[in-house]
């Protein structure tokens, strides 16, 4: 659930997963969903026809990963006072989606990660910009972000939290599900996550099969005609 831990090819049931993720649990730090933005994505098309991608946003650090229910946020970009609000509106092990009108200035940085760490907020997803980028390292708080500029805007704190807020082509509402690698993040609307999940886990089957077919020396093209 937070970068602390690796997503790894073991597996976990869409069933189990559901289970414990739906309790709210600290148990959800610990679990790796074992399937990736890329697998999820496919998984969300094949049953939507839409991909989630909030596209152009990427880590901060390769290495950050995160999964978990979104608190939205609506801002302009020189408003970063609506942001401090949704950091103490989420609930715990949320992620916080901040949607602004463009990216200059950030509405992000060191300290709203702080804070947002301290509330067990588990990662910050910002259409928009963020700043103070190797202070956010130094934490070690995900932050995946379309833009990184130095300046700031004011805490005016005339936006809106926890409505549907639209990133590009897609629009997040409260309590869908959000993943992120270092692929980008992806949004899965809440009423359809279990029927994706479980078709990602079909994806990522059938991915390692391919794999193994490889490794054993067969044609890639031989494989593909062959399914």
């Known amino acids: ?32 969903l074992g399937i990736t933005t890329s697998q999820l ?6 049953i939507t026809g ?8 990427k880590p901060i650090k390769s290495s950050f990963k995160i999964f978990g229910n979104a608190t939205t946020v609506k801002t302009s970009a020189n408003d970063w006072g609506t942001v401090i609000d949704g950091i103490y509106e989420s609930n715990k092990e949320n992620i916080l989606v901040i949607s602004c009108d ?7 940085g060191e300290m709203a990660s702080t804070a947002a760490q301290k509330q067990g907020i588990l990662g910050t997803v910002v259409y928009g910009a963020s700043r103070d980028i190797a202070g956010i390292k130094e934490l070690d708080y995900p ?10 805007g004011n805490p005016i704190g005339e936006g809106e939290v926890n409505i549907p807020v639209i990133c ?6 409260p309590g869908d599900f959000i993943m992120g690698d270092e692929c980008g993040v992806v949004s899965v609307p809440e009423e359809a996550i279990e029927n994706v999940l479980k078709k990602a886990y079909k994806i990522l089957n059938n991915e390692d099969h391919i794999a193994s077919q ?7 093209l031989d494989i593909l005609k062959n399914k």
């Open 41 to 46: 994505s496919d998984a969300l098309r094949k």
């Open 102 to 108: 463009r990216d200059d200035p950030a509405v992000w």
């Open 1 to 32: 659930m937070s970068n602390k831990g690796e997503f790894t090819r073991e597996k976990l049931s869409p069933a189990n997963f559901l289970k414990e993720f739906s309790h709210g649990s600290t148990k959800q730090k610990n679990l790796s």
């Open 214 to 220: 490889l490794n054993d020396g067969k044609s890639f």
């Open 143 to 152: 932050v995946f972000s379309r833009s990184i500029v130095p300046n700031a």
């Open 168 to 173: 590009g082509r897609i629009t997040v509402k």
């Open 50 to 57: 839409q991909s989630g991608v909030l596209v152009g946003i």
